[in-house]
């Protein structure tokens, strides 16, 4: 598809932009070159939702190593904290993002929350003029888990890994079928170009409401508790998740 030829030599350009900053005295592994480069793609199409979100949203990334390693089931498996972090900081010197807010965590608690950038200028201006929309030209993947267990540990909300058993693959497979089906159609507001400014400004203006993100088309199945007993509500992708 020609929109995804574009984000693809995007990411192309900007890879040679961070090497080229970089200075390295040697060059990466193989493997790590491919991690790198994944990166790249994964932090860029993520830009590239959020300059289409109503109002545009921040981006966000986790800095703390463990995250990367912890509950492989939830996790990109070719995404690595040194290569992640190696990206992040390769957009800061060219300027093409800019932090919104500081990251942290304590360990004490062991709670905190992600560091949030945004696009700026000239990438900004080139996300935007991409053609296509990422909610149609990036295809979510069918196959990541849509099965979330979640329990509390000293009061906090953490990622489980379990086994699986016929139920949860069962659950899988009816959710891959429900997420096909929405693959295949369109789903959109019926808002006036008067009143999409007036709109974002609610959105922004209120502190517990989300962009609006078209290219969040697919659905994740919660149990709570520790137990496929209790919750399985149908949320939003993982795409929030995997932020946390």
Not at 6 to 16: H, P
Not at 73 to 93: C, E, H, N, S, W
Not at 176 to 197: A, G
Request: hydrophobic residues 35%; proline residues 3%.
């Amino acid at each position: 598809m020609k929109h995804v030829a574009q984000i693809d030599e995007l990411t192309k350009e900007v890879i040679k932009r961070i090497e080229a900053s970089e200075g390295r005295k040697r060059s990466r592994t193989a493997e790590e070159q491919l991690r790198f480069e994944h990166a790249v793609h994964v932090l860029l199409t993520d830009l590239w939702k959020a300059v289409k979100c109503t109002p545009i949203r921040e981006c966000s990334i986790n800095k703390r190593s463990g995250w990367y390693s912890e509950n492989p089931r939830y996790r990109d498996p070719l995404l690595t904290y040194k290569q992640m972090i190696a990206v992040f900081d390769g957009l800061l010197k060219i300027g093409f993002i800019e932090v919104t807010r500081e990251g942290h965590f304590d360990r004490t608690i062991y709670q905190g929350k992600t560091t949030r950038f945004v696009a700026r200028d000239e990438l900004l201006e080139r996300l935007q003029e991409l053609d296509g929309h990422p909610a149609i030209s990036i295809k979510p993947d069918l196959d990541a888990e849509t099965i979330i267990l979640r329990n509390k540990v000293d009061g906090r909300k953490v990622l489980q890994e379990y086994d699986d058993t016929p139920a949860t693959e069962r659950h899988r497979a009816s959710l891959k079928k429900i997420n096909s089906c929405f693959l295949k159609h369109w789903f959109d507001l019926e808002v006036q170009d008067t009143e999409l400014t007036k709109l974002e400004a609610r959105i922004a203006n209120h502190a517990t409401k989300e962009p609006i993100d078209f290219s969040q088309r697919t659905l994740v199945r919660i149990f709570s508790n520790g137990s496929f007993k209790q919750g399985g509500r149908f949320y939003r992708d993982l795409v929030a998740e995997r932020t946390q």
